[in-house]
């Protein structure tokens, strides 16, 4: 059975980092892309980043370029998301979502940033 | 900028025909994706490449391209349908979501 476990979200203030981690299960987690998508309180779906199996191709929403760093452990079968120079409007559900058409998602981890 | 634009509502009667469209300037050149969240839940991929049904989904939902527009159709809606339905696709290798669609069913 496939299983994607978020982690390591919470409460920081702006500013500030936060790594999230999203462990993977029940596949060969080297042979899929794997991606990250988050959700603000009452909105919609928003697409944040990407990473090829290898991690030689990553692509990050303008929102986040510049701040978030996406990068996975094969051999681990982890995904992260680093998330440095957080704001106000960085603050969502965060979900880890399997391959291009995100065909399994992990129940996602809160993030929220305020002073 | 590309956008992916979709209704805000759908509302149809059990038994009925629903269809929730999005609309967007790659979609002649780029599959569209359709995914259920339900409250409080995770989305779920209801159709892939367009047309495809992953296994587990119920026949009902279908998928169809024409042009700048992808729809959604749920054939003979459900009560448990009700939920939100967001399209997806991409522009170069970035991914995009359109602004989701609440479907009513009552």
């Known amino acids: 059975e496939v299983q994607l476990v978020e982690s390591g979200g919470g409460l920081v203030k702006p500013g500030g980092s936060l790594r999230l981690s999203c462990a993977a299960s029940?596949?060969?987690?080297?042979?899929?892309?794997m991606n990250w998508v988050r959700q603000a309180p009452g909105k919609g779906l928003a697409w944040v980043s990407s990473?090829?199996?290898?991690?030689?191709?990553?692509y990050y929403a303008d929102s986040v370029k510049g701040r978030f760093t996406i990068s996975r452990d094969n051999a681990k079968n982890s995904l992260y998301l680093q998330m440095d120079s957080l704001k106000p409007e960085d603050t969502a559900v965060y979900y880890c979502a399997r391959t291009h058409s995100q065909d399994y998602w992990g129940q996602g981890t809160l993030v929220t940033v305020s002073s | 900028s590309y956008e992916l634009t979709q209704p805000p509502s759908v509302s149809v009667s059990p038994g009925q025909t629903a269809r929730i469209t999005c609309s967007g300037d790659a979609l002649p050149k780029k599959y569209a994706y359709w995914y259920q969240q339900k409250s409080g839940q995770a989305p779920v991929l209801v159709i892939y490449e367009g047309s495809k049904r992953p296994s587990g989904i119920p026949e009902r939902f279908s998928g169809s391209s024409s042009g700048t527009m992808a729809t959604l159709t749920i054939s003979g809606a459900q009560v448990e349908d009700e939920a939100d339905y967001y399209c997806y696709s991409t522009d170069s290798s970035e991914g995009l979501f359109g602004g989701g669609t609440k479907l009513t069913v009552l």
């Open positions: 990473i090829s199996t290898l991690s030689t191709h990553i």
């Open positions: 029940g596949f060969t987690f080297s042979s899929y892309t």
